[in-house]
């Protein structure tokens, strides 16, 4: 079965600095999603890329997926305290279905 | 606010009660998800609804756990003789069906229903 793993599992970062988030599948990947989550709240969706070679950028989170389609980087550039939370990464199970697998996440804390 | 609610937010309970959550979708979402997360973990998927029929289950869901959604509306997560195990937070998400096979869509999660069984 497909497994997702991200890495770093945490991260502290002072406030200005840039950082990369990865997420590595064992299988190709097909609809790759990051989401972001505060501490016992739900996912708020970033972006989903499909195509391999695919980057979105939304504010200053930028999300890459690579050729292959089996792995992704969530880079933040400049991070702000509200950046914190929990990255989870999430990909297409597969089948017509739709449901996602998920990665264990990657906590960030910044630094003011 | 048009996002994904779900009710309650919390939930305390004993060991051998019954429970049932509820999850309203984003409106003209034809797809609900029931994922469950525990601490330090993603989410792991349970089932999942397309309009009214429910055409995944995973094998997480034991028979305890029932999950409806009547009128492609709603949906509720019934849980029978809670367990300690079954402590974990109870998430929903909606989607719209890809048109092509193989492609997704963006799924859009609610807040969340936090179950503590005690």
């Known amino acids: 079965s497909q497994e997702l793993e991200q890495s770093p599992q945490s991260l502290i970062v002072q406030e200005g600095k840039n950082l990369t988030i990865n997420c590595t599948s064992s299988?190709?990947?097909?609809?790759l999603y990051w989401y972001k989550q505060k501490y016992g709240e739900g996912l708020i969706f970033l972006m989903m890329?499909?195509?391999?070679?695919e980057e979105k950028s939304h504010e200053k989170i930028t999300a890459k997926l690579d050729e292959k389609k089996q792995q992704s980087s969530l880079h933040i550039t400049a991070s702000q305290p509200s950046h914190a939370g929990i990255y989870l990464c999430?990909?297409?199970?597969?089948?017509?279905?739709?449901?996602?697998?998920f990665g264990k996440g990657t906590k960030l804390s910044v630094k003011p | 606010d048009t996002g994904v609610s779900q009710d309650p937010r919390h939930k305390i309970t004993k060991r051998g009660q019954n429970v049932t959550f509820r999850c309203d979708p984003i409106?003209?979402?034809?797809?609900l998800y029931w994922y469950r997360q525990t601490l330090g973990q993603g989410p792991e998927f349970l089932t999942y609804?397309?309009?009214?029929?429910?055409?995944?289950k995973s094998r997480l869901l034991s028979d305890r756990f029932s999950a409806e959604r009547p009128k492609g509306s709603f949906s509720t997560l019934e849980i029978q003789r809670t367990e300690q195990g079954d402590s974990a937070m109870y998430l929903c998400?909606?989607?719209?069906?890809?048109?092509?096979?193989?492609?997704?869509?963006?799924?859009?999660f609610g807040p969340g229903t936090r179950l503590t069984v005690l």
């Open positions: 999430g990909a297409g199970a597969g089948g017509s279905q739709g449901n996602l697998i």
């Open positions: 998400a909606s989607s719209l069906r890809a048109r092509t096979a193989g492609n997704y869509n963006e799924q859009f």
């Open positions: 409106s003209e979402h034809n797809r």
């Open positions: 609804f397309q309009n009214e029929a429910q055409l995944e």
């Open positions: 890329l499909q195509k391999g070679g």
């Open positions: 299988k190709t990947l097909y609809g």
